[in-house]
């Protein structure tokens, strides 16, 4: 029997009363998450809003409760974890939708909002923000940071599958029995949920002290520390009449862009911590690069120091993060500040983090084996140069999974990029776009609108929930061993 015959016989299909089981809990979680905004409906007054979202937390409960009394046996697949991942950020939009839906949105819209804010992104169809609600703009919001906690609480469960640097990196403890998936998550996830709870209040008191009225304070403290960017303002934080202000809602964004558990370990072991992580270090290295650069494209059409240099440091520091807050028109916008954002968007940042982007330790790892590679050049035929970036040893199935996630991620983006070509968008804005949604930023050119293809809107959905399932869950939801046992000849 040849080894292809092997893992085809060995290939386990995932338990379908397993996953019922676990998304029917994600489900109750997700009916719980929806009272704030019934609260605040209820205090608003805005009665046709909070009817549609106590409809579909009551369906929930009715259709969960009873789901989550199936008996599972111990243990959880490998392949079981991802496709919960990738079905229950899809199905929480789908649910979100519907209240949307009954608010006057066209599906397509309600959909792309819906999608848009659990996956954290901000890419938005809607206008006319301040006639809206108070009730739907802090849901907008409100989903943004529980879908930022939901996508860090399955990172940590994602990375419990990977014995590589990322795992002992972002891991708060010792990790006994990585085969323990949903145990060592569970617990990981209650030490994050305070953490995120800390710095979603810091915020908060922050803005609001610092002039924002309560509304916008709350729903940009949220947007932010969840680096999902979605504004109560149809021109983002262009329409907060303070450069100082603006520059600190971004900043909520740098708070979210940082790993989470890494908070963890330096109020534990002190700040000693921060000096031994490559990615904290390198995240503000790479954000001054970017507001540099963009400062200097900006200027050139702006003229104005100041003007260009606030803009620079909003935009790239929203770009670095994935927060995708604005103070400025992107279109205008020359081709070397677009292809600086589109860049800066695409490394992204950090592990373990609400951020979205390839990761900067994925971009260290790729800059680290070039610079081995040059290296090497130089070296006898015989030595032995050993991979590691920061004393971590770089173990080739990790170097591996890197390489093909940013291979599957180009992929992604360029045959996205194709489908708005066709359809004769500018080539640059498009780009931006694209990759936007793919890297869950929000940023946009322009395109994404009311009025835009409902095939186009289509893409961008599926980059956005690509992009935030980290592709690789998504292509295991995608094979077809995952869903049906396939035998082999013997």
């Known amino acids: 029997m040849s080894s292809s015959d092997v893992s085809r016989a060995l290939a386990q299909p995932v338990r379908y009363r397993v996953l019922a089981r676990y998304l029917a809990s994600i489900g109750l979680v997700v009916a719980v998450l929806r009272l704030p905004p019934i609260l605040l409906s209820w205090a608003c007054g805005d009665w046709h809003f909070m009817v549609g979202q106590v409809l579909v937390s009551l369906a929930l409960l009715l259709i969960c409760l009873p789901v989550t009394r199936i008996w599972v046996p111990d243990g959880i697949r490998d392949n079981e ?84 640097m990322a795992a002992r990196r972002l891991a708060m403890g010792d990790i006994t029995d990585s085969r323990d998936i949903l145990g060592n998550a569970r617990g990981h996830a209650l030490k994050l949920l305070f953490i995120y709870a800390i710095l979603s209040v810091i915020s908060i008191l922050g803005l609001w002290l610092a002039g924002l009225s309560p509304l916008s304070a709350v729903t940009h403290a949220l947007s932010g520390i ?23 809602v971004t900043f909520t964004g740098v708070l979210g862009a940082v790993a989470l558990p890494l908070y963890y370990h330096v109020v534990k072991h002190g700040f000693k911590e921060l000096a ?32 260009s240099l606030k803009q620079a440091v909003v935009m790239g520091i929203s770009a670095q993060t994935t927060t995708g807050f604005a103070d400025a028109d992107i279109t205008p916008m020359n081709a070397g500040a677009k292809l600086t954002l589109i860049t800066s968007m695409m490394i992204g940042g950090s592990m373990g983090s609400t951020a979205g982007g390839i990761k900067i330790l994925r971009f260290l790892i790729v800059l680290r084996l070039i610079q081995l590679f040059i290296v090497r050049t130089a070296l006898p035929a015989h030595a032995v140069l050993e991979r590691r970036l920061c004393g971590d040893k770089l173990e080739a199935d990790e170097i591996e999974r890197v390489l093909m996630l940013i291979m599957i991620f180009m992929g992604t983006v360029l045959l996205s990029w194709f489908a708005f ?43 956005m929930l690509l992009g935030r399932v980290e592709f690789l869950a998504m292509l295991v939801f995608l094979y077809p061993r995952t869903w049906i046992k396939i035998g082999s000849k013997t």
């Open 81 to 164: 974890v991802m496709v919960i991942t990738s079905l229950s950020f899809a199905f929480t939009a789908l649910l979100e939708a519907l209240p949307f839906i009954g608010e006057g949105l066209p599906g397509i819209d309600a959909l792309f909002e819906t999608v848009s804010g659990v996956t954290t992104t901000g890419l938005s169809t809607l206008t006319g923000l301040q006639h809206y609600s108070a009730a739907l703009l802090f849901s907008r919001a409100w989903m943004q940071w529980y879908g930022g906690l939901g996508v860090v609480a399955f990172s940590i469960a994602l990375l419990f599958l990977d014995r590589g």
């Open 226 to 248: 969840s680096t999902g960017g979605f504004s109560i303002y149809d021109n983002s934080l262009a329409a907060i009449d303070n450069a100082w202000l603006q520059v600190l």
């Open 276 to 307: 031994a992580d490559s990615e904290a270090l390198a995240l503000p290295v790479i954000s001054l690069c970017v507001v540099g650069l963009l400062f200097f494209c900006i200027n050139a059409d702006v003229g104005n120091v100041w003007t």
């Open 421 to 463: 070509l066709v359809m004769g968008y500018d080539p640059l804005n498009a780009l931006l776009e694209v990759v936007s949604a793919c890297s869950t930023t929000g940023l946009s050119s322009g395109i994404t609108r009311t009025e835009l293809e409902t095939g186009l809107k289509v893409v961008l959905i599926i980059d």
